[in-house]
Structure formats: structure tokens, C-alpha cells
């Protein structure tokens, strides 16, 4: 099975580099081979994923976060082909896989790579171009995610923090003035105006580290 591994060093404030010896030894040493590419700048993995799977790659694993994980989806369904997503969780929140079934410690994500266990799972898609695993938000949520990327970037000792790095983030915004956005919906055949704080679209279960908005994803 032809694998490509795509490594985000940055994600979680520089969480996986640490872990990459073990992770490959374990790998290897269960006879698992692959190849290794590294992400370099913000959207790099969309551009590697599409690149692998064009390649005919079997399997796309992402080692990183949430945002690796996104960008290697998009870069998939932008290819021709569709090689399973595998995921080595080590990013800040890891939200996805909390409404996966993969686990959160490292070996035990190394073991489903190699029982080739995979299963199928929706993909939303936004104005036909922009695609994601997890969830969409628009307005508060959103605008609460973009503080937390800011406050990551700015302040990298926070990955100690984890995810209540989103916590901090949405209480900062809480303590801020509302801004609120006139939208149309077409949903079921209804048309809805409304003014709105924030929308969630949403295909998995948790977002913002803790926040469970859709026990039912």
C-alpha cells in the first residue's frame, strides 16, 4: 500500500516533532511504508494532499491539527482520485476525531493505519470550491476561531494551554461588543431572514476544544 505521510511541525504549537521518531519507528517496525512530506507555509498540505492523491497514493495519513486535517481534505477532493484520510491526532484541539472513532494517543492511531480499517463519512462544501470534515462557522464562532489562531501565533507557549487556548478566546470575545450579520437561509424549501450572532454547520460533533453544539452529528 503506497502511503504518504503529511506533517504539519507547527501544528499545536510545534506538537509533533517530538513524536516523530516513535511514530516511525512504530510504524516501521510493523511494516507499514511510507512516504514523508512536509507542510512549509499555510495551505501547503491542500497543495501536497492533491499532489499525492493524483499520484495514485493509497492512503493520506495527516500528522498535525484540525486545520492540517481540513487542508489535506480539501486537497483530496480536489483530486481525481479518493484515498482514504488517516489521522495521527497532534494539533491544539484534535476536535475531528472526537467524532471519530480514532483515537487521541499516538500508537493507538499508528494501529488503525495498519489494520487498514477505514470507514465513510460526509463532507460539507461550501460555494461548490471549499470543503470541510468538521465544522463551518460563520460569525461569532468564527470569529472567536480567528482570535485563537492570532493568539497561537503571537503567544506559541500557549500550546501548554491546549485547547482551552479557545476557552481564553471565546471569553475574550464575550467581553467584546456583539456583532451581529443579516443573513438569508434556503433550507428544506424555506426561506429564513433573520439577523444572526453566529451559525454552525455542522458535520462533526465538537468545536472550539470543549464546545459540544451537536451531540447528534
Request: hydrophobic share 40%.
Amino acid at each position: 500500500m503506497k502511503t504518504e505521510l503529511i506533517i504539519n511541525l507547527t501544528a499545536g504549537g510545534g506538537k509533533p516533532r517530538p513524536h516523530l521518531k516513535t511514530i516511525f519507528k512504530y510504524l516501521k517496525e510493523n511494516g507499514f511504508n511510507f512516504k514523508v512530506s512536509y507542510t512549509s507555509h499555510h495551505g501547503d498540505a491542500i497543495e501536497l494532499a492533491q499532489k499525492a492523491a493524483d499520484k495514485g497514493m493509497d492512503l493520506i495519513v495527516s500528522i498535525g491539527g484540525d486545520g492540517t486535517v481540513n487542508e489535506i481534505v480539501n486537497g483530496i477532493m480536489k483530486s481525481k482520485n479518493d484515498p482514504p484520510l488517516g489521522i495521527i491526532p497532534l494539533g491544539w484541539a484534535n476536535d475531528f476525531i472526537k467524532s471519530t472513532d480514532i483515537p487521541s494517543d499516538i500508537i493507538e492511531a499508528c494501529k488503525i493505519l495498519i489494520k487498514g480499517k477505514t470507514k465513510k463519512i460526509d463532507i460539507g462544501v461550501i460555494n461548490n470550491q471549499i470543503y470541510f470534515a468538521n465544522i463551518c462557522g460563520i460569525g461569532f464562532d468564527a470569529e472567536t476561531a480567528q482570535l485563537a489562531n492570532q493568539m497561537k501565533s503571537k503567544y506559541p507557549n500557549l500550546r501548554i494551554l491546549g485547547a482551552f487556548v479557545y476557552v481564553f478566546a471565546t471569553i475574550k470575545k464575550l467581553l467584546s461588543p456583539f456583532s451581529y450579520h443579516n443573513v438569508k437561509i434556503k433550507f428544506d424549501g424555506q426561506e429564513i431572514h433573520s439577523k444572526i450572532l453566529f451559525i454552525a454547520i455542522s458535520n462533526g460533533k465538537i468545536y472550539g476544544g470543549r464546545f459540544n453544539i451537536t451531540p447528534e452529528a
